[in-house]
């Protein structure tokens, strides 16, 4: 059974930086499993922040977030993260992470077959 355990959301003021951390349990690399980092603010779709494949690092993300956001995993802890960096009030959001196997790095959440619960974060201005 796959589960994906997410931590690390909150409040933070605008400029400031947050990391979310996403335990995996009943992945391993021999299911070349690739982490997704997804958003969705209220009232819009969700939307990629970013990927990364467990075997290798090879890493995708969307143009926009480029630079700030830095996705990461940690194998021996099966654990994945996102640095968010220099947080805007815009990337106010419930934040997934999403796994799937294969090497393709998903941009679309109905590529991922796996998801976390959710966790809040909110950037005040």
């Known amino acids: 059974q796959v589960q994906l355990v997410e931590s690390g959301g909150g409040l933070v003021q605008a400029g400031g930086s947050l990391r979310l951390s996403c335990a995996v349990s009943?992945?391993?690399?021999?299911?070349?499993?690739?982490m997704g980092w997804f958003r969705q603010a209220p009232g819009k779709e969700r939307e990629v922040v970013a990927a990364?494949?467990?075997?290798?690092?090879?890493?995708n993300y969307v143009d926009s977030l480029k630079g700030r956001f830095i996705i990461s995993r940690d194998n021996d802890k099966n654990t994945g993260y996102l640095l968010m960096n220099n947080l805007k009030p815009e990337d106010t959001a419930v934040y997934y992470c999403?796994?799937?196997?294969?090497?393709?790095?998903?941009?679309?959440?109905?590529?991922?077959?796996?998801w976390g619960q959710g966790t809040q974060v909110t950037v005040s201005s």
């Open positions: 009943g992945l391993t690399t021999s299911n070349n499993p690739v």
């Open positions: 999403a796994a799937r196997t294969g090497w393709t790095l998903g941009t679309l959440p109905s590529q991922y077959a796996y």
């Open positions: 990364i494949r467990w075997n290798g690092g090879s890493t």
